[in-house]
């Protein structure tokens, strides 16, 4: 990944909600559509970068994901927050190791490892340090809002947001910016998200929510940032993908799993 012609990929694994789309036990018009863009996995995305794969978050599809995406490495992992559907994929990173020649890095903040240390608490044993392959081995990397830090030959700037009452992060790398799970963004946050190309952003429903976006909401912020292009991401099965595409306005669309832009 090192040609001098490399192009930066951002893939979506994943954009649905923590329950996902369909929704179990759900007979709506979206939950029963075949419109492959209404199937939504959680959270994720890949960022392919000049010296390898950047997953930020790993969700509990996360192995069907990199599977459906073609994604055969990943280098490199970063965290929002520990939220569940952004966490619980991680065992199997356990399969990483392998071709990086050592523990995978954990790009996050402090409580991110605690939870992952409660979560995945066999890792860290006497005896599950020592499992060759039979657990995930992680090399924990602390980083925090408005720092940037290094990987994979890019520069990563984390960006402080809040999801209800929880702090959260976002990722801008160069021109791009990824901002899932939030309600709010700080003033200083939001400056550090000016002159963007391509912003990703949490638009959960129609309907205001206490710890999301909604569609309003997010048009708001979009109007304000003023980024060349927006998609839009964790979204709930009250968006029927093309409807609602046709009501956006220009340069605002609705990401699907398995989508692939440039930046």
């Not at 794969?53 to 055969?72: V, W, Y």
């Not at 925090?144 to 209800?164: D, K, M, N, Q």
């Not at 638009?203 to 999301?212: D, I, K, S, V």
Request: proline residues 7%; charged residues 20%; hydrophobic residues 40%.
């Amino acid at each position: 990944m090192n040609d001098a012609n490399f192009t930066r990929r951002l893939v979506f694994l994943g954009t649905g909600t923590s329950t996902g789309v369909p929704m179990i036990g759900c007979d709506c018009a979206v939950c029963s559509s075949n419109d492959p863009r209404n199937q939504r996995t959680r959270p994720s995305v890949l960022l392919m970068l000049k010296e390898g794969n950047l997953l930020i978050d790993t969700t509990p599809e996360m192995r069907i994901q990199l599977l459906r995406s073609g994604i055969r490495r990943v280098h490199s992992i970063a965290y929002t927050h520990h939220h569940a559907d952004h966490l619980f994929g991680l065992d199997d990173a356990r399969l990483f190791p392998r071709w990086l020649g050592g523990p995978v890095p954990i790009h996050c903040e402090q409580q991110v490892e605690d939870c992952i240390r409660r979560v995945f608490h066999y890792a860290f044993t006497d005896s599950g340090a020592s499992a060759s392959g039979f657990v995930p081995k992680l090399d924990f990397l602390r980083i925090s809002p408005a720092s940037p830090f290094e990987t994979l030959g890019e520069t990563v700037l984390p960006i402080r947001l809040e999801h209800g009452p929880f702090p959260v992060l976002g990722f801008r790398v160069g021109n791009m910016a990824y901002c899932t799970d939030v309600s709010r963004i700080p003033e200083a946050s939001r400056v550090l998200l000016e002159g963007l190309d391509i912003l990703v952003l949490d638009a959960l429903r129609l309907e205001p929510h206490p710890t999301h976006f909604s569609l309003a909401q997010a048009l708001e912020e979009i109007a304000i940032l003023k980024p060349g292009r927006t998609y839009l991401t964790h979204l709930s099965h009250g968006f029927d993908h093309g409807p609602t595409e046709a009501t956006l306005p220009s340069g605002v669309s609705l990401a699907y799993d398995g989508l692939t832009v440039e930046f």
